[in-house]
């Protein structure tokens, strides 16, 4: 073919010359031929391009017979399917997730996923989807018997038109729960959130030798009554309440001398709500194995603490204590009379109620480094609690590695506790106490300060505290995370700021508190889905 420069018009081309009528003409019957050769071209381009292709479908097909995953031993392939099922909950019912996506890919796939009895193990069942939405029951019946006789983890979430259900769907109701009662003797883990008048005693009837784990979120007075609370294999116990906590907990029939994970919490908003001192004692001397133990926790009338102190009651094994309502307070005589009452040798996590409303100071912490020295995590208010027990206390856990302080907005102290704190978690150079004291918290790697006042030059003492640390020496491990939560607003630290401390392997982040938004009601409900509740569930 013909290059530009062949072109009779070559000189006038890419110019802003304008052909003659007969020009015009020549140059249309010119590029006739020119035309023909594209569409010639094109036309050979597209053969090529079809042959291409049917020669790269024959690559890929033999190359899809050398793919290592045919050649992955069909064990192997059934770790990676349980690999994909969801880590944060029970398997949904959707083809989106595994297991049903599974079923979706070939016919390889679809036959090993179904005969792989673990896969189908777990399961969440918002009943809402399961009936308004026309899900039909028996399909349950068929992801439960895919599972074979492997232990099953369910999670069950109710709704208020039960009684409706019941009504308008009475075979598929009497279907459905006849199918999960059926299974009763291979729950293994089960979380359960329904409310009043539903169908709960449906399932709490039945033996469960399995059960091992239970959660759920209910009204009170359903629960003495549910069989499944009885069983022998129970180890751990989540309950979220509406009220009553002392007239209900102590009434459970379990075996609480087998539970090694309890958590008692008020289900929605309830405030003020909780376990009174004593009853909590009560609960922790009937569960001797307790490894983990969380509550909300009301105070003495008054924060008056029994003159008598209880006999000490001794937990060897117990690991996480946690008094956790966070928007309640609970008072320091009262804090002080627990912690004292118990003997807590193993103890690595300690989390304390705030004391912000009473203005009393206690040394509410005792002497709680001698009996629980190996603790790694501590949650305390400083409102409340003198600075001595605070430092006496410190000064013995030399393996606390995450110390998070809540320092509260009081007139009278103005800062002080804090600035009291981080004084003796890093004296200055030349002081008494650098002089003539050991490494306070060598291990320390993190320190978090909650609701602290935005004081002028707050901003800089932290920073001062933090230079000083990392300069501090006989530290185990450097600390690595600073969070400071001011109370009101202070201006964020600018990045170059914190580069330095970055750079020597420290973050620091600050934020302000903010007021909790109000949710706003909607006007219509939503749609149910197969993930309906998973938020609503007993964390």
Known sequence: MSSLTDSPFAQHLNTNYAPSEHEMKWIQSHLVPVSEEIARLDALIQDLAAQRQKAQDYIDAHKALLSPVRRLPQDVMQEIFLACLPAQHNAVFSGREAPQILTAICRGWRNLALSTAALWASLHLPLEFIFDTGEAPEYVKEWIDRSGKVPLSLSIVGARNWEQWEEDYTDPVDELMDTLTGCAD?????????????????????????????????VSGEMADLKFLTAPSLRSVTLSIMRDFDRWVPELPFHWENLTFLKFDSAHTYQLQGLSPAVCLSILSRTPGSVHFETDL??????QAPDTPSPSIVLPALRAFILCRCSSS???????????????????????????????????????????????????????LTHASLTETLSGLSHLKRLVVLDQDRPDTHGAATATLLDFLAPETGTATNMNSSTP?????ELSIRECRDLPGWDADVLAFARRRLDTPGVVAPIGKLEVEWKYFMPPLQDEVLAPFLARGLRIETTTGASPALASAGMGQEVATPWTGLDELVK
């Not at 009301?298 to 924060?303: E, H, I, N, P, Y």
């Not at 509410?364 to 409340?384: C, I, K, N, Y």
């Not at 918290?441 to 790697?445: F, G, I, N, Q, S």
């Open 330 to 384: 609970v008072g320091p005589n009262t804090l002080a009379y627990l912690v004292q009452t118990l003997d807590m040798p193993e103890l690595r996590v300690l989390q304390l109620s705030r004391t912000g409303l009473y203005l009393r100071h206690s040394a509410f912490l005792g002497d709680l480094a001698v009996h629980s020295p190996l603790m790694e995590e501590l949650r305390v208010d400083l409102a409340g």
């Open 298 to 303: 009301t105070s003495f009338s008054q924060d």
């Open 441 to 445: 918290c060598p291990a320390l790697t």
């Open 186 to 218: 291979r729950w293994q883990s089960l979380n359960l959130s329904f409310l009043m008048d539903e169908g709960l005693g449906r399932l709490g009837g039945v033996d469960t030798p399995r059960l091992t784990d239970l959660k759920m979120k209910l």
